[in-house]
């Protein structure tokens, strides 16, 4: 394996490859099985606002501004709103920016042209947000904190592992024989508008499970994948792809690796029970 680093081309040899690139981009440059997904979710850029009080905006006279503004051409409605067809600031204000806007759903994020775009569109819908803003009655010493450095993906590919959770797995906290790690987030499919979203809570007392054959990209040995590309289909993805569930993964496929090394065996052959006393060991949340 060769890797790009700061002095340049460096070659490496290795018995077990962890793709958390998100984008399973080692898994496609190997020739892995990865599924691209013709529609994706926008992306999010957060960012932090402070100098006002969302208790003393009147939120109805800033949507009717808001609204008018968009007429105009003066800022788009996935600037500062989740829902184009009734576009409101009211969580964005209300949360002083955090995860309130939408940026490109066209934009090919698995490739740096299109990550580009991503964080072009980004800054671009911030700028005139806040250009909109400082005009606003209450909003005069708007300050712009802080912005992520990066756009937050929430979907590109999966791959197509040795098990694929679906979304009736998930919501029904399906236990597997091989689970590693656990999920708790809803389902929560991002869409410009309200039709295209999803979000559903998981029923009291469900808790579902990660599978490790999930991890692992079917038909290749010494790979495993971390993070939003793990097997799945859209609606499980929907909610496996936050970040606390994507760390537990790297937990997991971490020690897996570990463990498949140092007892000389294929990562589909490690003991489940070894793997999962070496997580709890860690402090890991572990399915019993």
Not at 90 to 102: A, F, Q, Y
Request: hydrophobic letters at 40%; charged letters at 25%.
């Amino acid at each position: 394996m060769t890797l790009a680093v700061k002095e340049g081309l460096l070659d490496l040899k290795t018995r077990i490859v962890i793709d958390a690139t998100g984008d399973a981009n080692l898994i496609a440059l190997a020739g892995g099985p990865v599924r691209v997904h013709p529609q994706t979710q926008p992306a999010t850029l957060n960012f932090e606002l402070d100098g006002y009080d969302p208790s003393n905006v009147n939120f109805d006279r800033l949507d009717a501004a808001f609204r008018e503004a968009i007429k105009r051409g003066e800022v788009q409605p996935a600037d500062g709103s989740w829902n184009v067809e009734t576009p409101s600031l009211r969580r964005l204000v209300g949360w002083r920016g955090r995860n309130g806007n939408h940026v490109s759903a066209t934009a090919d994020a698995r490739t740096s042209r299109g990550r580009t775009q991503i964080e072009v569109e980004g800054r671009a819908a911030v700028a005139r947000l806040l250009r909109f803003l400082n005009r606003q009655p209450g909003f005069e010493n708007l300050r712009l904190r802080s912005v992520s450095p990066e756009a937050g993906i929430r979907e590109t590919v999966t791959i197509k592992g040795d098990i694929e959770v679906t979304v009736d797995d998930y919501l029904s906290g399906r236990h597997w024989p091989d689970s590693i790690c656990h999920g708790y987030y809803p389902l929560d499919l991002h869409g410009l508008t309200a039709k295209e979203g999803v979000c559903r809570m998981l029923d009291e007392g469900i808790v579902p499970t990660i599978p490790l054959g999930a991890l692992i990209p079917h038909g290749m040995e010494g790979a495993l994948v971390a993070g939003r590309c793990l097997s799945s289909d859209r609606l499980a993805n929907s909610a496996l792809r936050v970040q606390a569930i994507c760390m537990a993964m790297g937990q997991a496929t971490g020690a897996a690796a570990a463990l498949a090394v140092q007892k000389q065996c294929p990562i589909r052959k490690i003991p489940l029970e070894d793997l999962r006393t070496l997580l709890t060991a860690h402090g890991a949340i572990v399915p019993e």
